[in-house]
């Protein structure tokens, strides 16, 4: 929507269709639980009933604690209003520099799509703490590519740069200050480091919580059996690690919801915790990720066999191939695949981290894979001897003797 590219009325769900399916929707804030009584009160004045409560309160930006966070101009992008106010501060103002502030995923195709499509209007600048782009999705031998792609479409990226304050004229921002000593200009800030899960309600509750928010059993049940929650306002378990993690993407979310409606429908299916599987687009270059980088394993202590294929989107004699890169982590030990990641110049292989997330979720290991065979079709895939996840796997193979 910041960029033009889709209408707000096409991002929410209309009430009617919700209302066309039997739901009562209320447009209002909750202001207190009674969990005892088994109420809540909105902050119209309304009480209702509940024999059973689901919590989606989601989450916050969360806006470091630096000076000049308060000029006009300083951003954040989570939901539907503060696209409309970014889309309107736009509108009205001068902007001609843009700086933003983290390079995850919401940063980096926000970027490259206001690149995209207003490129000669913005001089478009990404400032990153660690030492890549898409440092939570990409190890840097996949990230390297990556900023050599985006660097070369016009934006500049500075990674192993911290933000020390921003600076303004009256109240609005004009730069941003690095500890390095460099300065950028700026009539505009994002700020994209991460968001915080909204617990307020729960909190006065009394839920038990936990280190990423509510906590919550495997039916999505808090510590109130009488009480549900899912997204990001709750702690997911890494279903590789078994640790609590924040785990705040929309596909856990929305299978959460579900999960909880089924138990309240009398099925017991267990959620089976989340491998932060995610992907994002900039200009024809599509990323996608899942489970542990070799960075994150190593920081969990977990030894690694780590595999990388180039592989492409068709049979080489067929016009139209587009080339892309696969990496997949094993643990060693174990053998059992643990991550993958994907930077495709075409959308369709990028999709089959889908079956990595698969093989994580079953568990599969180096052997298991070197067996795998894929639909293959000249038009739609590389060859069946070129299979890049066999391909890894029969890599993986031969370096577990070394």
Same mark, same amino acid.
């Given at each position: ?36 009584g088994?109420?809540i ?8 009933t ?41 509108a009205?103002?001068?902007? !001609?520099?843009?700086?933003?502030? =983290? *390079? +995850? ?5 926000? %970027?490259?799509?206001?690149?995209? $499509? ?19 999705m ?23 740069? !911290?933000?020390?304050?921003?600076? =303004? *004229? +009256? ?5 941003? %200050?690095?500890?390095?000593?460099? $300065? ?21 509750i ?10 919550v ?6 510590s ?27 596909g856990?979310a ?12 009398g ?73 993958g ?62």
């Amino acid at each position: 929507m910041v960029a033009g590219l889709a209408a707000s009325e096409s991002i929410v769900m209309p009430d009617k269709m919700l209302e066309n399916a039997g739901i009562n929707v209320i447009r209002d804030e909750v202001t207190k639980v009674d969990a005892k009584g088994k109420s809540i009160l909105t902050a119209g004045g309304e009480v209702l009933t509940y024999d059973k409560l689901y919590l989606a309160m989601g989450a916050s930006p969360f806006i470091p604690p630096i000076e000049g966070r308060d000029l006009d101009g300083v951003v954040a992008l989570r939901g539907l209003l503060d696209a409309e106010k970014i889309q309107s501060y736009i509108a009205q103002k001068t902007v !001609k520099n843009i700086v933003f502030m =983290g *390079a +995850g995923f919401i940063s980096m195709e926000l %970027a490259s799509l206001l690149a995209e $499509t207003m490129g000669e209007a913005f001089c478009i600048t990404v400032v990153e703490l660690m030492d890549r782009p898409l440092p939570l999705m990409l190890d840097q031998d996949m990230a390297d590519p990556v900023r050599q792609y985006l660097e070369e479409k016009g934006i500049s990226i500075f990674t192993s740069e !911290k933000v020390q304050r921003l600076t =303004g *004229a +009256g109240n609005q921002v004009t730069g941003v %200050a690095l500890a390095s000593g460099k $300065t950028l200009d700026a009539d505009m800030v994002f700020m994209s480091v991460g968001a915080r899960p909204n617990t307020r309600l729960a909190e006065d509750i009394g839920l038990e919580m936990g280190q990423f928010g509510i906590k919550v059993n495997k039916f999505q049940e808090t510590s109130d059996p009488d009480i549900l929650a899912g997204g990001d306002c709750v702690e997911k378990i890494n279903f590789i690690t078994q640790k609590p993690t924040p785990g705040q993407l929309r596909g856990p979310a929305v299978i959460q919801g579900r999960l909880a409606a089924k138990r309240l429908a009398g099925f017991n299916i267990e959620f089976p915790g989340v491998v932060d599987a995610g992907g994002c687009k900039m200009f024809d270059l599509t990323i996608t990720a899942t489970g542990l980088t070799e960075e994150t394993a190593a920081r969990e202590g977990i030894e690694t066999i780590c595999a990388v294929v180039d592989s492409r989107s068709k049979h080489g004699m067929i016009p139209g191939m587009k080339p892309w890169k696969l990496k997949l982590v094993f643990d060693r030990a174990s053998q059992k695949l643990i991550g993958g990641q994907i930077v495709s110049h075409a959308v369709a292989p990028a999709r089959e981290i889908d079956a990595v997330t698969a093989f994580i979720l079953g568990e599969k290991t180096i052997s298991d894979l070197t067996v795998f065979t894929s639909a293959c079709n000249p038009d739609i895939s590389s060859e069946p001897s070129a299979e890049p996840i066999t391909i890894a796997a029969e890599q993986a193979l031969g370096k577990l003797k070394q």
